[in-house]
Nanobody, 124 residues
Framework: VQLQASGGGLVQAGGSLRLSCAASTSFFSVNALGWFRKAPGKEREFVAAISWSGSSVYYADSVKGRFTISRDNAKNTGNLQMNSLKPEDTAVYYC??????????????????WGQGTLVTVSS
């Protein structure tokens, strides 16, 4: 599964961005989708994940209530809607995928498929 993330950019604090992740194959529909981010000088961290059916979603505490993960299996795409952005959300955001019948991991080492990353910069 090849993934391509897009939608990053520069936004002021309090603003919104919508990231998209496009998969190269319909096999994506039986894969969980996760979003991770890496800020300068920090370790990569989990942001959000969604199971293949969309019935299970997971969020990092730092983004809960502000970010919403979703997916459209018919289009082989996933999205991360980011609202009320803060300067500390500045990072390169990566979408990732792993095969799963029902769940989504929050640990990055379980994800074999990764997109190239898209930069989100939130100015104060």
């Amino acid at each position: 599964v090849q993934l391509q993330a897009s939608g990053g950019g520069l936004v002021q604090a309090g603003g919104s961005l919508r990231l998209s992740c496009a998969a190269s194959t319909s096999f994506f529909s039986v894969n969980a989708l996760g979003w991770f981010r890496k800020a300068p000088g920090k370790e990569r961290e989990f942001v959000a994940a969604i199971s293949w059916s969309g019935s299970s979603v997971y969020y990092a505490d730092s983004v809960k209530g502000r970010f919403t993960i979703s997916r459209d299996n018919a289009k082989n795409t996933g999205n991360l809607q980011m609202n009320s952005l803060k300067p500390e959300d500045t990072a390169v955001y990566y979408c990732a995928s792993h095969y799963s019948s029902s769940y989504a991991y929050t640990e990055s080492n379980y994800y074999p498929y990764w997109g190239q990353g898209t930069l989100v910069t939130v100015s104060s």
